[in-house]
T-cell receptor
Framework: DADVTQTPRNRITKTGKRIMLECSQTKGHDRMYWYRQDPGLGLRLIYYSFDVKDINKGEISDGYSVSRQAQAKFSLSLESAIPNQTALYFC??????????????FGDGTRLSIL | GQSLEQPSEVTAVEGAIVQINCTYQTSGFYGLSWYQQHDGGAPTFLSYNALDGLEETGRFSSFLSRSDSYGYLLLQELQMKDSASYFCAVLVGKSTFGDGTTLTVKP
């Protein structure tokens, strides 16, 4: 089983719908992240959480919200989806020990299309 | 804010050596990371430099010069499977990734 699991893997939906992407991890890491990736571009940070009670906005948080339900679960919601939110979404985790040099471990991504 | 610049594409032949450069501008700096991504799959961690100098991991090496705000990833003995996108990143607080360099390895 994958250490970082994202569901669903693919989703097609319509403008205005509310969508939730889910991420769960078995790595025991405290830190979790949501990114989006557009074609030909790098990963842009949407939100990050360093523990269950800690939620922080990233570079592009507008139009998104998150919930850290437990250490192992971090979900991303699009309150009212719009076509320019069509992208590949990744969840990642990292261990807090050792500071910023801990590598991030990524899920396989969710490919989201908004019509 | 933070920004990282890297070339968009690099092409090399099997068995060759290729260097992917990355320059960065950051408000705080704790190290430069490198990730590999195949065809929209999960990015995977390759290397990290906190201090100036060269870090070697098998065929891959990474270099950092903090005074020049510059680093590079060196791939030796290129194989076809090395064709992928490579990202440099600064992972402090608000993680920032470069836009990636697409490496194409030709026979």
């Amino acid at each position: 089983d994958a250490d970082v699991t994202q569901t669903p893997r693919n989703r097609i939906t319509k403008t205005g719908k509310r969508i939730m992407l889910e991420c769960s991890q078995t790595k025991g890491h405290d830190r979790m992240y949501w990114y989006r990736q557009d074609p030909g571009l790098g990963l842009r940070l949407i939100y990050y959480s360093f523990d269950v009670k800690d939620i922080n906005k990233g570079e592009i948080s507008d139009g998104y919200s998150v919930s850290r339900q437990a250490q192992a679960k971090f979900s991303l919601s699009l309150e009212s989806a719009i076509p320019n939110q069509t992208a590949l979404y990744f969840c990642a985790t990292s261990d807090r020990t050792g500071g910023s040099n801990q590598p991030q471990h990524f899920g396989d991504g969710t490919r989201l299309s908004i019509l | 804010g933070q920004s990282l610049e890297q070339p968009s594409e690099v092409t090399a032949v099997e068995g060759a050596i290729v260097q992917i450069n990355c320059t960065y501008q950051t408000s705080g700096f704790y190290g430069l990371s490198w990730y590999q991504q195949h065809d929209g799959g999960a990015p995977t961690f390759l290397s990290y430099n906190a201090l100036d100098g060269l870090e070697e991991t098998g065929r891959f090496s990474s270099f950092l010069s903090r005074s020049d705000s510059y680093g590079y990833l060196l791939l030796q003995e290129l194989q076809m499977k090395d064709s992928a996108s490579y990202f440099c990143a600064v992972l402090v607080g608000k993680s920032t990734f470069g836009d990636g360099t697409t490496l194409t390895v030709k026979p």
